[in-house]
């Protein structure tokens, strides 16, 4: 079993500099989000407020979870999880990967449904976004909603897991964040990083 340290990986790199610029702590919740501030194509994110991150690493994949207060990597009730691959893993368009996940969630679920959000270029680049629900044999619940985005070199996935059925208002919340989960370049002039708007602060619950 590979243990899961708090982060100290190249992949928070946005998210802690775009906390700092954006008041992260006390004494900085008044002022304006700004930028982020990085040098190079990144997945620009942050996990919500009170929420910790933990993550593992291997030779193709870097894996960012993140659990509400309470909860932890061996038992939990919602968690979020960012993917960063190295290399596209053969895939020339995001919806590739809707199309995979979706299809091997048939195997494992006794019923499945699966809806398709949008599929269109995000920032320049190919993005998918789906919501699913799988019940497995032993009546376990398991609700998702998933975005990936394919850019020329790395493919970036971010899932929102419930062991539960979401209210539809909470839902919504997660849509609207996922909208702030996004990938940019500031070297390319058609990539380009914008200001991130406070995550929602989920105080939960279960």
Known sequence: MIRLTLLSLSVLIAFNTANAQMGGGRGGGDRQPQIPDVEEESLIFLPPANWTPFGKKSDGKTDTY????????????????????????????????????????????????????????????SMVEWSESCTSADESIMHTLNKVILENEKLYSVSKAWKFEPEESEMGIWLNYMDQVYVCDPNTGVNDCRPLNPPPDRRRRR
């Open 66 to 125: 993140a659990f509400p207060k309470g909860q932890e990597p061996a038992d939990w009730q919602e968690a979020i999880h960012y993917e960063q691959y190295v290399g596209t893993q053969g895939v020339t368009q995001a919806r590739q990967v809707f199309e995979l996940r979706t299809q091997g969630g048939r195997s494992n679920c006794e019923d499945q449904n699966v809806a398709l959000i949008k599929q269109e270029p995000e920032n320049g680049y």
